[in-house]
Structures are given as C-alpha cells and as structure tokens.
C-alpha cells in the first residue's frame, strides 16, 4: 500500500509519513512531522514540525495542525477545525516557549469548525460538536458542544449517542444500539465492559 501526494502538495524532506496515506491538494507537511499509516490530509491541510499523528487519522479541508498537537490513532478531525498551541497570543511578544501541549486520544471527533485551545486532552473516543469551542480536558465518551463547551451526553465508540445521565452515584450500564457493545457509568467515568 503506497502513499499518495498530489502534486500540488509540500512534504519537506525528513517528514516521516506511514505506509498508504493520501495527501490531497496544497497541503504542507513539515520535516519534524511524524506520520502514521493510512492517514488522509484534505485539501489545505497544514502539519508544523513539533506534531505526532498516529495510524488511520483523517484531517478534513482547511485544517491546521500546529505545533505541540499529538494525535493518537482514529482521531477525526473536521473541515475547518481549530488548533492552537499559545493561550495568551500577542503578535508583538515572542511565546514559542509557552507552548501548551494538546493530546487527542484515540477515536475522538473534532466536529467541523470546532476549536480546541491548547493545553487540554481530549478523551478517547469523545465527541466535540460542530462549532464547539473546547477550553478543558474532556473525558473518555463525551458528547461535547457549545461556546464554552459543555457535556451533554456520552457517546460510544461507533458514534452513537447513549441513553446514559451525565453521572451516576450507582453504576449504570447500557449497551451501544448499533454494536451491542456495553458500557458502565460510575459517578463521571463512563468505560467500555
């Protein structure tokens, strides 16, 4: 399985990509990039050099990813999507040594045109809605939107919604209605049994 770059793309010398990924129109991959397998970079697609993505990531049109981003493996980043990497932003003061670190942990979706500001993890498998404006950790299944965002729900590995309250002093199960999976709620912590 090869990997694919249109011609229009920028890949600099010494960016590491995995076997059988497909970089489409005007992207620009820097040389300190390390790359996955079976990735796909839409058109317009930025990844600066201080970035780990790992296997079967996709990352829609007009997306950046800046530098101090780690995107763990199935992650799903939408069109348009924001990243940053200073919190406190200022063009005439230097801060590329305040960098915040920001970790996507494995099957998370990053809806279209939602921001997640840095220094913040966001949970396996979790869930930010178009638009959101993500600005603290998020847990593992977490269906988040809104400006802040808020947590509305909790989602299962396969992407649907499940009939589960935000938190339980008891443990509560329910079960995925498309995969059968089941999943146990305890207070604010939802796991896959």
Wanted: aromatic share 8%; proline share 4%; with cysteine.
């Amino acid at each position: 399985m090869s990997t694919t770059i249109h011609p229009s793309a920028i890949v600099d010398e010494g960016a590491q990509l995995g076997d059988g990924c497909r970089v489409w129109h005007f992207v620009h991959i820097s040389a300190g990039a390390r790359i996955g397998a079976r990735c796909s970079f839409g058109q317009n697609v930025f990844v600066a050099n201080d970035v780990v993505i790992g296997d079967n990531v996709k990352i829609q049109n007009n997306v950046s990813v800046y530098d101090a981003v780690t995107l763990e493996d199935d992650v799903f980043c939408g069109p348009s999507m924001v990243f940053t990497n200073v919190y406190n932003p200022r063009a005439a003061v230097a801060r590329k040594d305040e960098y915040r670190r920001t970790r996507v942990k494995q099957g998370a979706t990053l809806g279209a045109n939602s921001t997640i500001v840095c220094g913040i993890t966001v949970g396996h498998h979790a869930f930010i809605g178009a638009g959101a404006v993500v600005n603290r950790d998020v847990p593992d299944f977490a269906l988040m939107v809104g400006v802040p965002a808020r947590q509305i729900g909790w989602m299962s590995r396969f992407g649907e919604k499940l009939d589960l309250p935000l938190h339980s002093a008891q443990p509560v199960e329910t079960t995925c209605p498309h995969t059968g999976d089941r999943y146990r709620l305890s207070g604010h912590q939802l796991e896959l049994i």
